[in-house]
Every structure is written in structure tokens, then in C-alpha cells.
């Protein structure tokens, strides 16, 4: 996990799109031309073999230092029984390969590639390893062998259905792979549909996950630093703090901050507190101990790691303060408190 936190750090300060003509080659003699991506929006195989998931995670994975606000895209992770390669990587879906990124300063030119079915469906895998011909422009069919899975044990899958608009507090705070969001293991055809939620590692029913926990005009869901430069997710994760749930136990709330304030981490609330949808701006300073979590018995208040207090100030912006390693159950603010906004 922490390989790939440094993968995610690396990509976050990229402005564009970053290229490579070794592997992943865009030069214009190799593009081909079809006649044009018209897939159904649907995926007919799995991107490895079923066999080989150890288990998948749902939307919604927070994980500072990156990611703070919830994710876009749903991890498959897999037992690999080789040592010296990858596991096949499959084309879950035909379609037109759109665009590929390289992730920087890799021994391997592992790739982020973004495949789309038809004009309003797009799906990308990231952390994974592409054949030489698998290029920018060239057309692939379902179950394709596109190349293997990449450095550790997990690798991204996700959806970009424009017919799927997530409604967002600030819309303009999210890039549109985001706002677009599709639940990725929904678009399985049966039987994979049901062996892909059948391994998800999420208590109850619910195997989608959440990209989205803002409620307007209560404290639940995605702020960013306030001030001058209008932060948006994609690369400012220290500046980014959220108030969601735990993809696992999604019953236990989650408060993830990525710095400014204090250390990136995600902490759970003590028991008993207000709901994050509960809190407004009638509602005043709000105090919230960090717990941890015990990994075995998955309670809370195993260890306080510090404590916020935070208070609406109006509907759309925050007034906060992290007070870290300290074993208090409330403080007033300082002038180390920062505004954050919608």
C-alpha cells in the first residue's frame, strides 16, 4: 500500500497528461482507425481471472496522505502466484483505447489507460502493466489480453458513464471522470456481476459504495482549503478534508484530513458524537476525539490520536482546528484554526 501511495503522490502533481513513446507509443503511424467505438455499456469478462481476486473494495476509499475525499474508482485486489510476472490483464469491454498515461519514475512503465465503449462510456484500469501494441487510437475487443497487472497486489478499475451525473454540493470543487462516476461492478454482465459483489469487502447489502457523502449545508462530505487559489480534487489532496464513512464498515463515520491543519490520516469519531449530517450551522462548535480503529475487533476508541473541533460558519464554509496527540475532549479555537469551503 505505501508503493502505491507513492504512485498516487507522483501523479497528483501532473497538469496534463504525461506520455512515453516506450510500451505505450502514441505516434500517429501506429494509430489505427476503426470505424468507432459503438460497445454496449456493459463489461463481458473480468480484467483477470476471477480466481485470482483476493477481494475488491468498493467507491469511496480514503487513504491519506492521498485521496482524501472519497474515490471514483474501485479496487481489485489479487493473489498472484508468480514471482517474476503479472497476472494477464483482460479487456473487460471493447472499444477505442482513448488515452494512456505513464506513471513517472517507475522501473516498469506501468500505465493508467482509458478505453472508450461508445460516446458516453469510457472505463480506465490504472496500476497496470500494457503490451507494446496496445497504443493510443487502437481498437481492442473484450477479452483482449492487454498486457498484465502491475506493481503490488491491487489495481484500479473504473467507470465514466455520462449518463450518470453525481450530484455534488460544488460541482465545479470535481473533473468530470468524477461527476460521472458509474458503480464499476454494476456494469458486469451475470454470472460476473454477482461473483464481483460477491467479493467485495463491505458489511451489508449495499456493494457500490458512496463517491459522494455531501449533504448541503451540513458538515458530511468534501471541503477545501478557502482562500485565493480554488482548490479542486485531482492533486491539492493536503488542502482537501472530509467528513464520509468507512468503505468497509460504512456504518462508522470517517474523518480524513490530508495536512494543513495537522498530520494526513483518517480517524473515527468518538461514539456517541453528532452525525456529520447532523451538524449546521444552528448547531455551533462541534468536538470530535480521533479515534483509531482495532483492526481485529473493528472497534472504536481503542486509542484517542487527537481531537477536532469545527464549526459552521455558514452554508458553504468551516471554521477548524486539529489539535494532534493530545487525550482532550474539547478545546477552543486558536488562531491556528483555517477556514475550509464547499
Not at 490483464?89 to 461508445?118: D, R, Y
Not at 465514466?160 to 455534488?168: A, N
Not at 480517524?267 to 480521533?290: D, N, R
Amino acid at each position: 500500500m505505501k508503493n502505491k501511495l507513492l504512485i498516487l503522490t507522483s501523479l497528483s502533481v501532473l497538469t496534463c497528461f504525461l506520455f512515453s513513446s516506450i510500451g505505450c507509443s502514441t505516434k500517429k503511424d501506429d494509430v489505427t482507425t476503426p470505424a468507432g467505438p459503438n460497445e454496449a455499456s456493459s463489461f463481458t469478462f473480468s480484467p483477470i481471472d476471477v480466481s485470482n481476486i483476493k477481494f475488491n473494495y468498493s467507491l469511496g476509499w480514503i487513504n491519506p496522505p492521498a485521496h482524501i475525499i472519497p474515490t471514483d474508482h474501485v479496487y481489485i485486489h489479487y493473489n498472484n502466484p508468480s514471482t517474476t510476472a503479472g497476472l494477464p490483464l483482460i479487456a473487460p469491454g471493447g472499444g477505442l483505447v482513448q488515452k494512456i498515461l505513464i506513471v513517472p519514475n517507475l522501473s516498469v512503465n506501468e500505465c493508467k489507460v482509458w478505453i472508450q465503449m461508445n460516446p458516453l462510456f469510457t472505463y480506465y484500469l490504472d496500476h497496470v502493466l500494457l503490451n507494446n501494441t496496445i497504443k493510443e487510437g487502437v481498437a481492442i475487443k473484450a477479452g483482449q489480453v492487454i498486457g498484465t497487472t502491475g506493481l503490488g497486489d491491487s489495481f484500479d478499475l473504473g467507470v465514466i458513464d455520462s449518463t450518470v451525473t453525481i450530484p455534488f454540493a460544488n460541482p465545479a470543487r470535481h473533473g468530470w471522470q468524477t461527476i460521472h462516476c458509474g458503480k464499476p461492478y454494476s456494469y458486469f454482465t451475470e454470472p460476473l456481476r454477482s461473483q464481483m459483489y460477491a467479493l467485495v469487502d463491505r458489511e451489508g447489502s449495499e456493494k457500490d459504495g458512496w463517491v459522494n457523502v455531501d449533504v448541503p449545508k451540513t458538515l458530511s462530505g468534501n471541503w477545501f482549503l478557502d482562500g485565493p487559489t480554488f482548490y479542486t480534487d485531482g492533486g491539492d489532496w493536503d488542502k482537501e478534508l472530509a467528513f464520509a464513512y468507512d468503505i468497509q464498515h460504512p456504518s462508522k463515520v470517517q474523518i480524513a484530513l490530508g495536512g494543513v491543519i495537522g498530520p494526513a490520516g483518517k480517524w473515527y469519531p468518538q461514539i456517541g458524537a453528532l452525525l456529520p449530517s447532523q451538524v449546521t450551522v444552528s448547531t455551533g462548535k462541534v468536538a470530535y476525539q480521533l479515534w483509531s480503529l482495532d483492526p481485529v475487533t473493528q472497534a472504536i476508541n481503542t486509542e484517542q490520536k487527537g481531537l477536532m473541533i469545527v464549526q459552521m460558519i455558514d452554508d458553504t464554509h468551516i471554521k477548524v482546528e486539529m489539535f494532534a496527540d493530545v487525550k482532550i475532549a474539547d478545546a477552543s479555537f486558536t488562531a491556528n484554526a483555517k477556514i475550509y469551503a464547499r
